[in-house]
Every structure is written in structure tokens, then in C-alpha cells.
């Protein structure tokens, strides 16, 4: 069994900052890909930012230059640091990691249970 717990979410204001974590824990052979989606009222959930094992990162085009993802693949944590926040970006954020256990020979992907971020004044 595989878990991610996420935290770092609140209430901030236009133009402020907030860092996510995503911890990883329980039995994993390898994790490849790690990302976060958020997901605003009455939209779809959407992908955010993401990084692969090897450092490569990818965002959606309305966070680029504010957001950066980092992860620890020792730790198995990924790291989200948002600045210059609006209120626009107010969702929540889940987490996620497509990884194999040791006992399953195909790759899955696992997510988080979600943390809320408000940018409001």
C-alpha cells in the first residue's frame, strides 16, 4: 500500500507565496513521475506542474515563471514552491506519483487526498 500526504496549502493573499509537500511512503520499488493537478469548483481536474525521476519538469502554461516543482527522489517528496500567487489559482491540490511496488509488475498511479489553497484579499 502506497500513500502520499500532502500539506503546505492555505489562505493567502494576491501576489503572496506557499509551498506544497508530498511525502511518498509504504512499499515502492521506483517512482517515476511525480506531478501535481489542482482542482477548482466546477472544473475539471487539471495538471499543474510535474517532474520526472530525472529532474525533468513540465508545467501548464498558466503557471509557468510562478511555479516550480522539485522533488527528492531519495526521500520520494516532490516539492511545489508557487509565488506570485492569484486568485485564480485557488483550487485544491492533489498530488500524485506513477510508481511500481515491489510486488505488482505494472506501473500505477497513485494520489494524494488533496490540500486546499485560497488566494483571496
Known amino acids: 500500500q502506497v500513500q502520499l500526504v500532502e500539506s503546505g496549502g492555505g489562505l493567502v493573499q494576491p501576489g503572496g507565496s506557499l509551498r506544497l509537500s508530498c511525502a511518498a511512503s509504504g512499499s515502492i520499488f521506483t517512482i517515476y513521475t511525480m506531478g501535481w493537478y489542482r482542482q477548482a469548483p466546477g472544473k475539471q481536474r487539471e495538471l499543474v506542474a510535474a517532474?520526472?525521476?530525472?529532474?525533468?519538469?513540465n508545467y501548464a502554461d498558466s503557471v509557468k515563471g510562478r511555479f516550480t516543482i522539485s522533488r527528492d527522489n531519495a526521500k520520494n517528496t516532490v516539492l511545489l514552491q508557487m509565488n506570485s500567487l492569484k486568485p485564480e489559482d485557488t483550487a485544491v491540490y492533489y498530488c500524485n506519483a506513477f510508481l511500481k511496488t515491489p510486488v505488482q509488475a505494472i506501473a500505477y498511479t497513485a494520489w494524494g487526498q488533496g490540500t486546499q489553497v485560497t488566494v483571496s484579499s
Open positions: 517532474i520526472t525521476s530525472g529532474g525533468s519538469a
